[in-house]
C-alpha cells in the first residue's frame, strides 16, 4: 500500500504565501509524474501544477510566475511554493503521485491521491 499525505495548508491574506508538502510513503518502487490539484467549493478539480522525475514543471495559466512545484526524490516528497495568493486560490489542494510498488513492479505507474489540505486566502 502506497500513502500520500499533505501538509501546510492553512489561512492567509491576499498577497501572501504558503508551501504545501505531500509525502508518500509505503512500497514504493518508482515514482514518475508527480503533481498538485484543487477543488474549490462549487467547481470541478483541475491541474495547477505537475512536475517529472527530472524535474520538467508545467503550470496552469493562473498560477504561472506565482507558484513552484519541486520535489526530492530522496524523500518522496514534492512542494508547492505558492506565492502572491489570491482569493481565487482558495480550495482544497491534492497531491497526486504515479507510483509503481513493489508487487508491481512489472505494470505502469497506477495514480495515487493526497487526502487533501485546505488553502483559504481571505482578509
Known amino acids: 500500500q502506497v500513502q500520500l499525505v499533505e501538509s501546510g495548508g492553512g489561512l492567509v491574506q491576499p498577497g501572501g504565501s504558503l508551501r504545501l508538502t505531500c509525502a508518500a510513503s509505503?512500497?514504493?518502487?518508482?515514482?514518475?509524474?508527480m503533481g498538485w490539484y484543487r477543488q474549490a467549493p462549487g467547481k470541478q478539480r483541475e491541474l495547477v501544477a505537475t512536475?517529472?522525475?527530472?524535474?520538467?514543471?508545467n503550470y496552469a495559466d493562473a498560477v504561472k510566475g506565482r507558484f513552484t512545484i519541486s520535489r526530492d526524490n530522496a524523500k518522496n516528497t514534492v512542494y508547492l511554493q505558492m506565492n502572491s495568493l489570491k482569493p481565487e486560490d482558495t480550495a482544497v489542494y491534492y497531491c497526486?503521485?504515479?507510483?509503481?510498488?513493489?508487487?508491481?513492479?512489472?505494470?505502469?505507474?497506477?495514480?495515487?491521491w493526497g487526502q487533501g489540505t485546505q488553502v483559504t486566502v481571505s482578509s
Open positions: 497526486n503521485a504515479g507510483v509503481v510498488d513493489y508487487a508491481s513492479w512489472y505494470r505502469p505507474p497506477k495514480d495515487y
Open positions: 509505503g512500497s514504493i518502487f518508482s515514482i514518475n509524474v
Open positions: 512536475i517529472t522525475g527530472g524535474g520538467s514543471a
